[in-house]
T-cell receptor
Framework: SQQGEEDPQALSIQEGENATMNCSYK?????LQWYRQNSGRGLVHLIL?????REKHSGRLRVTLDTSKKSSSLLITASRAADTASYFC????????????FGKGTHLIIQP | NAGVTQTPKFQVLKTGQSMTLQCAQDMNHEYMSWYRQDPGMGLRLIHYSVGAGITDQGEVPNGYNVSRSTTEDFPLRLLSAAPSQTSVYFC??????????FGDGTRLSIL
């Protein structure tokens, strides 16, 4: 079964606005990762946040983690057309060494 | 540096046919894995390998076989394709304390 669930499933905003995506998960974690998938391509790693961290930044990305609520959020500031993609949260699959379990993703569309 | 290379990019099979999806990485990563992505679903782990000669099952292994004879290659075999195996397949590799690197996928249709 899938560990993470992203919300919303789809999000359409104007270029320049901020985009926020949320992820909820079920079991305890060591870390949570966010990936981006452009149409027809593989997933690209964006950022990893460890269970003892509450917030992490990377360029225009800000990730928060609330382990008490088993939730994380990804904020993309000053969105660009190139940010149009699907975004997935992932946690380590318990029975698969470094294998990951993914949510269903948020499809983000940036309107020019 | 090519990263993770998957071949073929597209394939159509008939039910019952067999096929091997190829995956190669040039980053000397010990860990490699296969996922499938179905519409409206996240990626699900099929099989993984922590090094040459070592493989193990993931979340959805039924109908698939793998082997790992070299560090670079991790092929995925469908012995008797079924329509339920229509999906996009992704191979990934990672090094210690690194994120996963994904290939661009193989789009497989089973008629």
């Amino acid at each position: 079964s899938q560990q993470g669930e992203e919300d919303p499933q789809a999000l359409s905003i104007q270029e320049g606005e901020n985009a926020t995506m949320n992820c909820s998960y079920k079991t305890s974690i060591n870390n949570l990762q966010w990936y981006r998938q452009n149409s027809g391509r593989g997933l690209v790693h964006l950022i990893l946040i460890r269970s003892n961290e509450r917030e992490k930044h990377s360029g225009r990305l800000r990730v928060t983690l609330d382990t008490s609520k088993k939730s994380s959020s990804l904020l993309i500031t000053a969105s660009r057309a190139a940010d149009t993609a699907s975004y997935f949260c992932a946690t380590v699959y318990g029975g698969g060494a470094d294998g990951l379990t993914f949510g269903k993703g948020t499809h983000l569309i940036i309107q020019p | 540096n090519a990263g993770v290379t998957q071949t073929p990019k597209f394939q159509v099979l008939k039910t019952g046919q067999s096929m091997t999806l190829q995956c190669a990485q040039d980053m000397n990563h010990e860990y490699m894995s296969w996922y499938r992505q179905d519409p409206g679903m996240g990626l699900r782990l099929i099989h993984y390998s922590v090094g040459a000669g070592i493989t193990d099952q993931g979340e959805v292994p039924n109908g698939y076989n793998v082997s790992r004879s070299t560090t670079e290659d991790f092929p995925l075999r469908l012995l008797s394709a079924a329509p339920s195996q229509t999906s996009v397949y992704f191979c990934a590799s990672k090094g210690p304390n690194q994120p996963q690197h994904f290939g661009d996928g193989t789009r497989l249709s089973i008629l």
